[in-house]
């Protein structure tokens, strides 16, 4: 959208000459003779940033700037002022105001302070949208996506979480397996019963049949006593068992007969017991290329991938990066006592095109180590960590082969904007189409 600029001044040479610089610089520009004038322009609609001498008829700047900073909090305002009132102008910034400018006004100073008071703006809003659509996820707490792959995943989870059947959830390391899993614990009749979860691949044979099963005492060295196994544990609830492809064929053999018969013995026992669980095995292993090989059974294969539930690497859902790097400034700043107020647009625009290897927990850790690093209260380029500030590549952009054109279009725009600041004019000028194109391609595209 345009960003919409009000000027309130008595003296309509300098209201009009403001009028014309800043339509220069692409803005649409608002006009008031006095500050009760432009207090009802602000009430009729969407005003952006204030442009106010101090010294007005009926309403004065000063007046002006408390009303603007009490109802609409949200909007900037410069002050203009005379050599003789320039005290007055730094107690309204003690007020409130953004900056203040002297007469005769200088159009460069007052263009850089419009851009940057614009871009904080710009930035709260996001934050403000940010914030919002994270407190209105409710049923999946700890998952965050608003695109549409993840949408697709929320439906699923949603529509298979009330069942009894076994789901195989797949995707890279990183991606959030673990809390799909949860969700669907968390959304059946079994969420008042235990969730226990093991993770595979970090245990020897032994070890993994005697937590999976448990063990009588003496079963084997250093048995000392009977342990109830991860089955047993979550008897009525649901056992997540994370990394499945990483078990050996014995396990897998005494982990079908489970499935199928919902019994087993404890290591070292000839007591049978019967268990009711609802398993939910993840993997970031291709299963069908394992069995292939023969290192995993294709019987226990069908009986775990009952629904699968595939969850998109990062790579594959930018969209989700915003919402999730709010989401993630958020829980750092406050477990780290730091007030930030938002990433530039540089970050932005490198967390965007970085290709996140390592999912959305490589860029968990990587907002964590920007706000331990950030010195100032917005995040910037030089506090992310030296690959993801690398593969921006200047002032490359870099999309995957098999891009579609309308795409890789939405991310070129995407990026010029970045690199211009939020600068539309700048911005069309550099991709050689008109504002009025730009305009029309930033609605269409949602940026």
């Known amino acids: ?125 996001q ?72 993770h ?25 006593a009977r342990k109830r196994g991860r089955f047993e544990l979550a008897h009525m609830g649901t056992l997540f068992l994370d990394e499945i492809g990483e078990i050996n064929q014995t396990v897998q053999i005494k982990l079908l007969r489970v499935l199928e018969e919902k019994r087993f013995e404890r290591v070292g026992g000839e007591e049978t017991v019967e268990v009711d669980a609802r398993l939910i095995a993840a993997t970031n292993r291709d299963l069908k290329e394992a069995i292939a090989k023969g290192s995993f059974r294709e019987d226990l294969y069908y009986r775990l991938n009952v629904v699968n539930l595939h969850i998109p690497p990062l790579r594959e859902r930018k969209e989700d990066i915003p919402l999730l790097v709010a989401a993630f400034l958020r829980e750092f700043s406050q477990e780290n006592g730091r007030t930030i107020e938002g990433i530039d647009a540089k970050a932005r625009s490198a967390l965007s095109n970085y290709s996140w290897p390592g999912n959305v927990r490589q860029l968990r850790n990587s907002i964590e180590s920007a706000v331990v690093l950030c010195k100032g209260s917005v995040i910037t380029i030089e506090d992310l960590p030296p690959g993801i500030r690398g593969e921006q590549g200047g002032d490359q952009v870099r999309l995957p082969v098999g891009t ?36 029309r391609k930033l609605q269409e595209y949602g940026i």
């Open 1 to 125: 959208m345009n960003f919409t600029i009000l000027v309130a001044d008595d003296e309509k040479n300098i209201r009009e000459g403001l009028r014309e610089a800043l339509m220069l610089d692409g803005y649409d520009v608002l006009l008031a003779a006095d500050g009760k004038e432009a207090l009802g322009a602000l009430e009729r609609g969407e005003v952006d940033l204030v442009i106010s001498d101090l010294k007005m008829p009926r309403l004065s700047g000063e007046e002006l700037l408390r009303k603007v900073s009490a109802e609409f909090p949200t909007v900037p305002v410069i002050i203009l002022t005379g050599h003789g009132t320039i005290e007055s102008a730094v107690q309204a910034m003690h007020d409130g105001a953004y900056d203040f400018l002297t007469k005769p006004v200088n159009l460069d100073r007052l263009s850089l302070l419009a851009r940057r008071a614009l871009g904080n703006r710009e930035l709260a809003l």
């Open 127 to 198: 934050n403000r949208v940010l914030q919002e659509e994270l407190e209105r996820r409710s049923q999946f707490s700890n998952i965050i996506g608003r695109s549409a792959e993840m949408r697709q995943v929320f439906d699923l989870v949603r529509q298979v979480a009330p069942a009894r059947t076994s789901v195989l959830i797949t995707g890279e390391s990183g991606v959030g397996k673990e809390m799909i899993a949860e969700a669907l614990h968390y959304g059946s009749p079994r969420k008042d019963k235990p969730f226990i979860k093991l």
């Open 200 to 224: 595979c691949a970090a245990l020897t044979e032994t070890l993994l049949e005697s937590e999976l099963f448990g063990h009588e005492k003496g079963a084997f060295t250093g048995a000392i």
């Open 404 to 439: 579609s054109l309308a795409e890789a279009e939405k991310e070129l725009i995407r990026y010029t904007l970045a690199r211009e600041g939020g600068n539309k004019s700048r911005t069309a000028e550099v991709l050689g189409i008109g504002r009025k194109t730009l305009h």
